[in-house]
């Protein structure tokens, strides 16, 4: 099972670091501009936070983006949660189904080791990767912050991306499963997923008929501007993303081993 | 004589479509076993059922004594499988799909890895999306044969290797089965069978055509008739009772007659075509 592990790991070794060098720089260069940018956003702050809807949706009615904090929950925030939940995705959706879209599942599976085996090796991959993703964006971040000189209420940064790994989780299970259930890649799907429910979370913010209904996208309990604003967590979100992740892994079991070979 | 493979009325259908029908044969201990049949006849889904890649609706597959819907990891253990499409990670070099391959099992196979290498001339070195197909083919034979496995399943191994490496190939088989091992050979080559194997099983359709030794097969009452008859050149492969043709030849004109044991590739196309 080790070998499987460590092969997937390698496999997805380049992503890693170009979705890092993507996401994490794109963090970091943000927080290096911050204190270039901070005089000119203070002006701009209250006007950001009474633009109605639109400063609900992105949460700059709860914090000013003239602060560290703020600029962080609105910018690097946004970047951070979707370029983790892509990367998630991605990673998530080719890890099962590219066995039998690039045609070596017969030697994978003609191998001594069982179907179940190969999940549990593969899942451990992409919560590996997407772990190592997390600390390597977490740590450039705090690297700029520290350059920066500035304080940040670190308790609540910390749980924010405990809570952006969680969900990348659920949204990784998901794709997990979708994985297993297809022959071919289905990447654009994972990210149409991804996307679907950011979407989701945006709108469920600004209509108030949605607003009861907003626990149904995981980006709902990883927000970060309602996090760092509040130090909080919408339990109910996260334990139906705790439940979805665990219904995900069972499907990913359940069909991928009774599936036969593809002819 | 003890029976490595046994399999004992086994079907498997793909939705609707038929896969194979109450097949049942098996194959003894130290033999080279020539699996035969057209394209679509149902080889290569009795092989992975054999394996356990694909769940069969009925009947039963003993590997090595064991029972392949309980016991598959360990059955896959002393199994050296060879697809007939090669097909590995394109990414990866040819040292690490071999040593990958060695790993799962939990053995070293350098020195015998290292020796196929040797033999098929194999660049470990190259990257997979950089190999022929004949040279994914070797890889695969590495692969199938670095763990000195007891049964080895062949499927269309020598399509894409040159007469050299054909031969080559063939050499390490019979080494490996004087050791002991036994060999499945699913092939089209019939040549290959004639030369390699003692005993065949013809698939047709999903069904077993027969299973017998190839000098059976071509001692059988299929005969190759030459003929003269009323002035015309008739040639046919017969199969039956010569008393019956004696019949139907009486009150014709037989100028010529000659009645001979047809060449294995003629009864093969005569199972095929029945």
Request: aromatic fraction near 8%.
């Given at each position: 099972?080790?070998?499987?592990y460590?092969?997937?790991?390698?496999?997805?070794?380049?992503?890693?670091?170009?979705?890092?060098?993507?996401?994490?720089?794109?963090?970091?260069?943000?927080?290096?501009?911050?204190s270039?940018?901070?005089?000119s956003m203070?002006?701009?702050?209250?006007?950001?936070?009474?633009?109605?809807?639109?400063?609900d949706?992105?949460?700059m009615?709860?914090?000013?983006?003239?602060?560290?904090?703020?600029?962080y929950?609105?910018?690097?925030?946004?970047?951070?949660?979707?370029?983790?939940?892509?990367?998630?995705?991605?990673?998530?959706?080719?890890?099962?189904?590219?066995?039998?879209?690039?045609?070596?599942?017969?030697f994978?599976?003609?191998?001594?080791?069982?179907?179940?085996?190969?999940?549990?090796?593969?899942?451990c991959?992409?919560v590996?990767?997407?772990?190592?993703?997390?600390v390597?964006c977490?740590g450039?971040?705090?690297?700029?912050?520290t350059?920066?000189?500035?304080e940040i209420?670190?308790?609540?940064?910390?749980l924010?991306?405990?809570?952006?790994l969680m969900?990348?989780?659920?949204?990784?299970?998901?794709?997990?499963?979708?994985?297993?259930?297809?022959?071919?890649?289905?990447?654009?799907?994972?990210?149409?997923?991804?996307?679907?429910?950011?979407?989701?979370?945006?709108?469920?913010?600004?209509?108030?008929?949605?607003?009861?209904?907003?626990?149904?996208?995981?980006?709902?309990?990883?927000?970060?501007?309602?996090?760092?604003s509040?130090?909080?967590?919408?339990?109910?979100?996260?334990?139906?993303?705790?439940?979805?992740?665990?219904?995900?892994?069972?499907?990913?079991?359940?069909?991928?081993?009774?599936?036969?070979?593809?002819? | 004589?003890?029976?490595?493979?046994?399999?004992?009325?086994?079907?498997?259908?793909?939705?609707?479509h038929?896969?194979?029908?109450?097949?049942?044969?098996?194959?003894?201990?130290?033999?080279?076993?020539g699996?035969?049949?057209?394209?679509?006849?149902?080889?290569?889904?009795?092989?992975?059922?054999m394996?356990?890649l694909i769940r069969?609706?009925?009947?039963?597959?003993?590997?090595?004594?064991?029972?392949?819907?309980?016991?598959?990891?360990?059955?896959?253990?002393?199994?050296?499988?060879?697809?007939?499409?090669?097909?590995?990670?394109p990414?990866m070099?040819?040292?690490?799909?071999i040593?990958?391959?060695?790993?799962?099992?939990k053995?070293?196979?350098?020195?015998e890895?290292?020796?196929?290498?040797?033999?098929?001339?194999?660049?470990?070195?190259?990257?997979?999306?950089?190999?022929?197909?004949?040279?994914?083919k070797?890889?695969?034979?590495?692969?199938?044969?670095?763990?000195?496995?007891?049964?080895?399943?062949?499927?269309?191994?020598?399509?894409?290797?040159?007469?050299l490496m054909?031969?080559?190939?063939?050499?390490?088989?019979?080494e490996?089965?004087?050791?002991g091992?036994?060999?499945?050979?699913?092939?089209?080559?019939?040549?290959?069978?004639?030369?390699?194997?003692?005993?065949?099983?013809?698939?047709?359709?999903?069904?077993?055509q027969?299973?017998?030794?190839?000098?059976?097969?071509?001692?059988?009452?299929?005969?190759?008739?030459?003929?003269?008859?009323?002035?015309?050149?008739?040639?046919?492969?017969?199969?039956?009772?010569?008393?019956?043709?004696?019949?139907?030849?009486?009150?014709?004109d037989?100028?010529?007659?000659?009645?001979?044991?047809?060449?294995?590739?003629?009864?093969?196309?005569?199972?095929y075509?029945?």
């Amino acid at each position: 099972m080790f070998t499987i592990y460590k092969h997937e790991i390698k496999t997805y070794i380049k992503t890693l670091l170009i979705w890092f060098a993507c996401v994490g720089g794109m963090g970091l260069m943000c927080i290096l501009l911050f204190s270039s940018m901070q005089d000119s956003m203070e002006g701009m702050a209250e006007s950001f936070a009474s633009m109605g809807a639109f400063s609900d949706a992105f949460g700059m009615n709860q914090l000013s983006i003239a602060t560290l904090t703020g600029f962080y929950a609105t910018e690097i925030g946004t970047i951070h949660s979707l370029g983790g939940t892509m990367f998630a995705a991605i990673i998530s959706t080719t890890m099962l189904s590219k066995e039998e879209d690039g045609h070596t599942s017969e030697f994978l599976f003609s191998l001594p080791i069982s179907r179940s085996k190969v999940i549990t090796a593969k899942w451990c991959a992409s919560v590996t990767h997407i772990l190592l993703f997390n600390v390597l964006c977490v740590g450039i971040y705090l690297l700029g912050i520290t350059i920066l000189g500035e304080e940040i209420a670190m308790k609540e940064l910390l749980l924010y991306h405990v809570l952006q790994l969680m969900m990348q989780l659920e949204l990784a299970a998901i794709c997990y499963a979708i994985s297993a259930c297809s022959k071919k890649n289905k990447f654009g799907l994972g990210l149409g997923i991804v996307l679907l429910f950011y979407a989701y979370d945006l709108i469920a913010r600004v209509i108030p008929a949605l607003s009861d209904y907003k626990i149904l996208s995981p980006f709902s309990y990883a927000n970060a501007a309602d996090i760092l604003s509040t130090g909080t967590v919408l339990t109910e979100a996260l334990l139906l993303g705790v439940g979805v992740l665990a219904g995900c892994i069972c499907i990913t079991y359940m069909v991928y081993t009774k599936k036969d070979l593809a002819a | 004589m003890n029976k490595v493979i046994e399999i004992n009325h086994l079907t498997k259908h793909y939705g609707k479509h038929r896969g194979v029908l109450d097949i049942s044969f098996h194959v003894n201990e130290g033999e080279i076993f020539g699996f035969l049949g057209p394209n679509g006849a149902g080889k290569s889904t009795t092989i992975r059922s054999m394996l356990g890649l694909i769940r069969f609706e009925t009947g039963s597959i003993k590997i090595l004594g064991k029972d392949i819907q309980k016991d598959k990891e360990t059955i896959l253990n002393e199994i050296g499988y060879m697809p007939s499409e090669a097909m590995f990670y394109p990414a990866m070099k040819v040292k690490d799909i071999i040593r990958m391959a060695a790993d799962v099992r939990k053995k070293d196979c350098q020195q015998e890895a290292e020796k196929l290498c040797e033999r098929l001339q194999v660049d470990v070195n190259k990257k997979i999306s950089d190999l022929s197909l004949g040279n994914r083919k070797k890889v695969s034979i590495i692969c199938a044969m670095q763990h000195k496995p007891k049964l080895f399943v062949f499927d269309e191994p020598t399509s894409g290797l040159d007469p050299l490496m054909q031969t080559e190939f063939f050499k390490l088989i019979r080494e490996y089965v004087a050791g002991g091992a036994t060999c499945m050979l699913s092939t089209h080559v019939l040549s290959e069978v004639k030369q390699h194997c003692k005993n065949v099983a013809i698939m047709k359709e999903g069904r077993l055509q027969c299973v017998d030794t190839v000098d059976n097969i071509t001692k059988t009452s299929t005969k190759r008739i030459r003929m003269l008859r009323d002035g015309k050149q008739e040639d046919f492969i017969f199969k039956g009772d010569l008393n019956d043709l004696s019949k139907e030849l009486v009150g014709h004109d037989i100028a010529d007659i000659l009645i001979e044991e047809p060449p294995l590739e003629e009864i093969f196309m005569h199972f095929y075509q029945e």
